[in-house]
């Protein structure tokens, strides 16, 4: 890695919104126009940081949901309630605003095509953001690797890329599961939380040794890698990205 | 409850000026070698890295704005980026 | 200046008396939940609270006779160094003072440990004439794991870092020791109202 690389990514940038496009009700895809973007890897996130007028600061990570090949960079943020940041990215912000950006970082969460080993990815709710730019990077390189992606979402509503999955899902094994209504019958899914037997199900298995990444909210994501190691998954093949919490 | 060290890549950055996520620590106390980003997060007044195997600890962080400093334990290498 | 967001303006309380506000900090009606480490959960029936080191007799309670200490209600504001500041708390909790009752303190200066292994240290005389608690209510009810509980320390005065949660006992000196975060890199005392969150603050 280059040393001006580096510093690059070590600077706030100031980066303005060129368009929000709503995902579902409680969801937005900002598309970002980014000075000298240096481009980043399937998985990462950035940091983003918004400014009052009085000086007060705030910052949140948000994972990249854009394909390394995108034109534009994309980050796609769901709605907390009592969020600080997401209402506003969300409900306030609009074509034309500001805030900063730093990044892409986060090595840790990445997916390279050149990965042939197959490819588990498992996600609850927003979790799916990460997960989305590296079946998408998946999808543009034209890997071969095997793929599976389990989605675990409360209704069919809250289901982030619903036509873009729904679009794969012939091809790719997607598969569904809510935990508030039961899926429609084209999407095979189940109705309830993910467990042993929904992971046995959909996994390639450990003995074929994929690499996994799972993402979501905390509580999602440790019930998950439990499971995971549980069924036989080698622990350092799970690599988890935990949201929520402070 | 806590996250992952992958959550603070961006400050890991600008401390070391490297991505230190995927760089690999061995535990002073359980002897395993974990990536960084593979740490449990805790947030306090600033962070703590802790081994993902044995809980101990592996780096607080004071977050000193534009200045963090970091107090690191186990053997942490770290490959410098090509010049 | 970073360029500004326009239209953000955060969650946070606007209504506020800005001479209880410290200087960098911020209200919210929050409280949010940050720790060092796993949060522990000690059985009433092993826990014990203790005052010993530098003093002339050590001490120590068991659940059953802390909870026989005359306790009182304080209502108090607290600011953490992450600049989060919240107003108006409510605790019940045993003075300080009350625990080192016919101990004889000849060290002036105090650390206090707790499960997990988290330690914060203080002067003697931050934690006397009113200025700190052992506390096991939060807002009528027993203190959450989560916040701190069966007992934390609560020191008001001093950013939030000082009130050490999972408090098992205090150990006097005569000669200060950093705790835990002093260690790493923030401020020795912690005063909020002169900023002092960082070491070289």
Redesign the interface.
């Known amino acids: 890695m280059e040393g001006a690389e580096v510093l690059e990514r070590l600077n706030w940038r100031v980066v303005t919104i060129k368009e929000s496009k709503s995902e579902t009700p409680h969801a937005k895809t900002l598309v970002l126009d980014v000075p000298e973007w240096p481009g980043h890897k399937a998985g990462q996130h950035v940091d983003v940081r918004l400014t009052a007028d009085d000086g007060y600061q705030a910052e949140r990570s948000y994972s990249i949901a854009s394909s390394p090949q995108a034109p534009d960079l994309e980050l796609t943020v769901e709605r907390l309630d009592d969020g600080e940041v997401s209402p506003y990215l969300t409900d306030e912000a609009r074509e034309g605003d500001q805030f900063e950006l730093r990044g892409p970082v986060g090595g840790y969460f990445v997916w390279e095509a050149d990965s042939s080993r197959p490819l588990l990815l498992i996600a609850g709710g927003s979790g799916l953001v990460p997960l989305m730019s590296i079946l998408r990077h998946h999808q543009e390189t034209g890997s071969q690797a095997d793929v599976r992606l389990l989605l675990s979402a409360r209704t069919l509503e809250d289901v982030l890329y619903r036509a873009e999955l729904e679009a794969l899902r012939d091809k790719l094994a997607i598969r569904l599961t809510l935990t508030r209504e039961a899926p429609p019958p084209e999407w095979n899914g189940f109705a309830r939380r993910i467990d042993r037997a929904m992971l046995e199900a959909v996994g390639p298995g450990p003995e074929s040794h994929p690499r996994v990444y799972v993402c979501g909210p905390t509580p999602f994501v440790e019930q998950a890698a439990e499971l995971l190691v549980g069924i036989g998954y080698e622990p350092r093949t799970v690599h988890t990205e935990r949201f929520g919490g402070a | 409850?806590?996250?992952?060290?992958?959550?603070i890549?961006?400050m890991?950055?600008?401390i070391f000026?490297?991505?230190m996520?995927?760089e690999r620590r061995t535990c002073q106390s359980c002897g395993q070698a974990?990536?960084?980003?593979?740490h449990l997060l805790?947030?306090?007044?600033?962070y703590?890295l802790?081994c993902?195997n044995c809980?101990d600890m592996a780096a607080?962080?004071?977050?000193?704005p534009d200045a963090p400093?970091i107090?690191m334990f186990g053997s942490w290498s770290v490959e410098p980026?090509?010049? | 200046m970073p360029p500004i967001s326009r239209g953000f303006q955060g969650r946070r309380q606007t209504e506020v008396d800005p001479s209880r506000l410290p200087p960098g900090q911020y209200p919210t009606k929050d409280f949010p939940v940050l720790s060092a480490g796993p949060t522990p959960h000690t059985p009433l029936d092993e826990w014990s609270f203790s005052v010993a080191g530098a003093v002339g007799e050590a001490k120590s309670w068991t659940w059953e006779e802390f909870m026989d200490l005359p306790n009182e209600l304080v209502t108090v504001d607290i600011h953490c160094v992450t600049k989060w500041s919240k107003f108006d708390t409510g605790w019940r909790g045993v003075p300080v003072e009350r625990l080192l009752e016919g101990t004889e303190p000849w060290g002036t200066f105090v650390v206090a440990w707790c499960d997990g292994g988290y330690t914060t240290n203080l002067p003697l005389a931050d934690v006397t004439d009113g200025k700190a608690w052992v506390a096991f209510e939060y807002e009528g009810e027993p203190l959450d794991p989560e916040h701190g509980g069966p007992a934390r320390l609560l020191v008001p005065h001093l950013y939030f870092w000082k009130s050490a949660k999972w408090i098992r006992g205090i150990n006097l000196a005569d000669h200060d020791e950093p705790g835990f975060w002093e260690g790493y890199g923030y401020h020795n005392y912690g005063d909020p109202w002169k900023e002092q969150r960082y070491w070289n603050d």
């Open positions: 409850m806590h996250k992952d060290g992958n959550a890549a961006g890991l950055m600008e000026e490297v991505e996520t995927t974990n990536e960084i980003g593979a805790y947030a306090g007044a600033g703590v802790r993902p809980g607080a962080i004071a977050t000193v400093r107090t980026p090509a010049r």
